[in-house]
């Protein structure tokens, strides 16, 4: 029926900034966890959290990878935090061709946190000591074709990834979306 509902597990990691002292176990761990085999080596560079770092301040900021971006935003923003003026898109969690941030340093692939899929536990949450990243899950209801709509939709792109490879795939749809909007 339409107006069905279902349950969706939300999951939202919540950052106190406050809390954060720069010490990057978070993105050691995150990027152990995704290398292949799992745990057999670590480099931040393959973190999809990155610790924004200004020890003179002690400002720490973790930035979680977000969406992949096909193109440049044409808007731009700057932050000031404790008198320091930082790089345009420095806290931005987008993977996008402006920058090297959020990409698999070996392929160029971007990166987006996944949640730790299959953990219990988000596992930079559980190596985060001062407890400046914390976990909160939630129950919402949604439509029950809206779930089996996106269910769907993730096996068909599993399926075309795992025959073509992501990286066409988002070719693909990078220029499908600029021959929509032009
Ligand atoms: S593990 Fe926690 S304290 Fe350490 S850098 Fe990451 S968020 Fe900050
Ligand atoms: S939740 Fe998992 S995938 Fe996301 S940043 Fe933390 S360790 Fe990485």
């Known amino acids: 029926m339409a107006d069905e509902k279902k349950k969706k ?9 406050d809390k954060c002292n720069g010490c990057r176990a978070c ?7 995704h290398a292949e085999p799992k745990y057999s080596s670590n480099n931040p ?15 720490y900021v973790p930035v979680y990878a977000g969406e992949y971006a096909a193109a440049e935003c044409a808007g731009r923003d700057k932050y000031t935090i404790d008198g320091k003026e ?22 160029g692939l971007p990166l987006k946190c996944d949640m730790c899929e299959g953990e219990d536990e988000p596992l930079c949450v559980q ?14 209801e949604v439509a029950e074709d809206e779930t089996e709509e996106q269910e769907e939709l993730e096996i068909g792109l599993e399926v075309l ?21 032009s």
């Open 86 to 107: 930082y790089d345009e898109c420095t806290f931005c969690r987008a993977s996008c061709p402006s920058r090297d941030e959020f990409k698999e340093p070996d392929s």
């Open 27 to 33: 993105e050691v761990i995150c990027s152990a966890f």
């Open 45 to 59: 560079a393959r973190s999809r959290i990155r610790v924004v770092r200004d020890p003179l301040r002690d400002v």
């Open 9 to 17: 597990t939300i999951k939202t990691l919540k950052i106190d900034v």
């Open 127 to 140: 190596w985060c000591i001062t407890d400046a990243l914390t976990c909160e899950v939630r129950e919402e």
């Open 161 to 181: 990834a795992d025959k073509y490879g992501m990286e066409k795939i988002l070719d693909a749809v990078a220029r499908m979306s600029n021959s929509n909007s």
